[in-house]
């Protein structure tokens, strides 16, 4: 036996927050959001089981490959499009959907030497100011684009920065619809925020990605408590330690951690050269062998330390959950001050991963 951490990720679970988003979307085509590796869970492992969306976004060709390669025939779009001229070729090759945020891909698109017309989403900038074209440009991008040989089907995209609050995309939305102006198009605005908070926005096809992964867009899992998801991932881990300490004790590098009283810890095989964050602080949430406990101390390079107060019979080997089912990744990342996004792209290569069908 080697190290006893391992991450396992539980399909079935996938499967579900996919129909929990086809239940909020009714009216829409889905995206499945695969970017960054499937949010750090391995495309290769999950796509099979997201077999029923409608399409793949991402943004790295070397994922998009991969998926063409495993024998994915539908829909995929490149969320920034391509980075240069050159990539066109494999754009055309793999019949890949790209985005076209800037005025050098016009160019580049009118000049390429295509098989066939790519269809294109053209972003627009409707307030987060990191992709996209401003609305009172869109028409004559748009006049730009339609002209053009190269250029199949076009649908009209945004991104909102502020999903997750009641009146966030109040603006986008206005500037969104100044850039529609005319066009009669169809549109894809939502992220996982949106796709549950924001009906209103849901359009032609909707792009989920830490939903499906079933952790909450905004890092509090309470609100999606009721949305019925369910986390893919879990970390476990074992206790291969016990230390028994007296008053007065200190715990971990910087002695972070002081024993007000005798107190019996548990010495986890997890530290953040697996991916759990270092900076989470004594008192972030773990279980052992079933019972809700905290970290004490600072988390090290491949070990870190749980209170057995609330469970004294735990021992060597017992099993520990980092994360998962009972101890969500949003409460990790809370306590941590990030959110799930970032945790669970943060997964080490080192952790062994297991799929349960
Ligand atoms: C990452 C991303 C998404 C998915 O965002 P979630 O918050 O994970 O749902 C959707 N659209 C674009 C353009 C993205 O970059």
């Known amino acids: 036996m080697s190290r006893p951490i391992q991450a396992s990720l539980d399909l079935q679970a996938l499967r579900h ?11 829409s085509r889905v ?8 949010y750090g869970h391995g495309i290769d492992r999950i796509w099979q089981a997201l077999g029923t969306t409608d399409g793949f976004a991402m943004l790295n060709l070397e994922e998009a ?42 160019k580049a698109l009118q000049n390429a030497r ?18 996209g074209f401003l609305p009172d440009r869109i028409s004559s991008v ?8 190269n250029v199949g089907d076009m649908t009209l995209m945004s991104h909102f920065s502020v999903a997750e609050k009641p009146d966030g995309i109040e603006e986008a939305m206005l500037r969104v619809e100044q850039a529609a102006e005319g066009l009669n198009c169809p549109r894809s605005l939502c992220n996982s925020a949106a796709t549950l908070w924001h009906p209103e926005a849901h359009f032609d096809w909707v792009r989920p990605g830490i939903i499906l ?14 949305s019925g998801l369910r986390p893919v991932m879990t970390l476990k881990s074992h206790i291969i330690g016990i230390q028994p300490l007296k008053a007065g004790e200190r715990v971990g590098y910087g ?40 970290t004490l101390g600072t988390v090290s390079m491949d070990m870190l330390a749980v209170d057995l107060t609330p469970c004294p019979q735990a ?3 017992a099993e520990v959950e980092l994360w998962g089912s009972e101890i969500k990744i949003d409460d990790v990342a809370a306590a941590a001050g990030t959110v799930g996004y970032e945790l669970m792209c943060a997964l080490a290569p080192r952790v062994p991963v297991v799929t349960l069908s």
């Open 315 to 317: 021992g060597i080997g």
């Open 114 to 131: 295509l098989h066939a017309p790519l269809d294109i989403y053209v972003k627009v900038n409707s307030g987060m100011n990191r992709l």
């Open 213 to 226: 992964y079933g952790a909450s867009p905004s890092g509090q899992w309470h609100d999606v408590a009721t």
């Open 65 to 106: 490959i991969l998926l063409r390669e495993r024998g994915w025939k539908g829909p995929i779009l490149m969320l920034e499009g391509f980075f240069h001229a050159d990539e066109l070729e494999v754009f055309d090759q793999y019949r890949l959907t790209t985005s076209v945020h800037s005025n050098w891909q016009l």
């Open 255 to 294: 002695g972070r951690y002081q024993a007000h009283q005798e107190q019996r810890i548990g010495i986890v095989a997890c530290g953040y050269g697996d991916g759990y964050p270092r900076v989470a602080p004594t008192g972030t949430p773990v279980m052992v062998e079933g019972v809700r406990t905290q």
């Open 142 to 149: 748009w006049q730009q684009l339609r002209a053009m040989h």
């Open 17 to 27: 927050n996919l129909q929990v988003v086809r239940q909020a979307a009714p009216g």
């Open 31 to 38: 995206w499945s959001v695969v970017k960054a590796n499937a």
